[in-house]
């Protein structure tokens, strides 16, 4: 791990301004992810700000009939809260399908959504990675490619998004509240917030250089059953070959959305209409345009038939 300079922010603006006005800074709160990446240099920052103690770690119900969860609020804690366990349960099993209790004691919400890529290429840094160093190349392209993305990849990257919390967050259709450097703040839709990967996948979201999360807003509970279904190599310590986070309703409507095929949470519209018409219906939809690999071709088929698993289990 290479020296760096630290110091622990008042406000979500002062956090702002420092990181932004510092080159190399970077912000830190639980660290599960950044941690780990600076161990290995992979991240090398040269100033950590500390957001902490910024306050924004309280869930609170919205005028409109919503939750607005603060950014610092720990996967655990959210979690095991009484109202997202009743109306956004899709939510809760998303979390506690991924990682260990000790890491969702520290892991944070603003945080979550922001984790990088768990690609072997990214964490091998003696192989090219265009994520880890723009225009060096991608090496998991005709590599080994099982794990990987089968669409929204491009021909410089085709890593997908590691997180499980992010899936349900897209299903939900939550809001990313950030503020900047200047005090000005936005309201991003979960579907904006993350980047396919293009010409630079090194960019992985859309957040200004500074720009720090301060809140996820759900709207109004969907109501129905709330299913996330997690298919992985090992019971647990895994990450997903693919998920699926589900609302469905008695009619047979609902909504699908789904991890570990895409450089982001991925959902279409078009599947979520299909949703009546079967799970075969709903993965030619959500695969339109999917570019899989010899290796990861699987991939397709394996959603399809998780999806008609939850659809099962809706009907008991």
């Known amino acids: ?6 110091e622990r922010a008042k406000t979500p603006t002062e956090a702002a301004a420092a990181v932004a006005q510092t080159p190399g800074a970077k912000f830190i709160a ?54 997202v366990r009743r109306d956004y349960a899709v939510l809760t099993k998303a979390i ?23 690609c072997s290429y990214f964490y091998d840094t003696n192989l090219p990675c265009n994520k880890r160093m723009p225009g060096s190349g991608c090496s998991a392209i005709g590599g080994y490619s099982r794990q990987l993305g089968v669409i929204g990849t491009s021909s410089d990257c085709i890593a997908t998004y590691p997180g499980d919390m992010a899936v349900a967050m897209r299903l939900l259709d939550a809001t990313v509240d950030t503020v900047r450097a200047d005090g000005t703040t936005r309201s991003i839709p979960i579907a904006e ?8 996948p090194h960019i992985e979201t859309v957040l200004s250089p500074g720009e720090i999360i301060t809140a996820v807003t759900l709207p109004r509970s969907l109501g ?38 895409a450089p982001k949470p991925w959902r279409s519209d078009a599947a979520d209409a299909a949703m009546p018409r079967g799970a075969k219906a709903v993965a030619e939809q959500l695969f339109v345009n999917a570019r899989p690999t010899e290796e990861n071709a699987f991939k397709v088929p394996l959603v399809e038939r998780t999806i008609a698993f939850v659809m099962a289990q809706a009907k008991g």
């Open 1 to 6: 791990m290479r020296e760096f300079t630290y």
């Open 224 to 261: 129905g059953q709330h299913f996330y279904h997690k298919v992985r190599d090992r019971a647990s310590y895994a990450f997903a070959l693919v998920s699926v986070a589900a609302v469905i309703h008695p009619d047979g409507s609902g909504r699908v959305a789904i991890g570990g095929v």
């Open 193 to 200: 917030f993350h980047r396919l990967p293009g010409t630079t």
């Open 30 to 83: 639980g660290g599960t992810n950044l941690l780990d990446l600076m161990k290995l240099e992979i991240e090398t920052p040269t100033h950590l700000v500390d957001v902490q103690g910024l306050g924004p770690d309280k869930i609170e119900a919205t005028p409109e009939g919503g939750l607005r969860i603060g950014t610092l609020v720990s996967n655990t804690q959210l979690a095991a809260h009484a109202t």
């Open 96 to 118: 506690v399908a991924g990682a260990s209790g000790q890491l969702r004691n520290k892991a944070t919400t603003g945080g979550n959504l922001l984790q990088t890529t768990r």
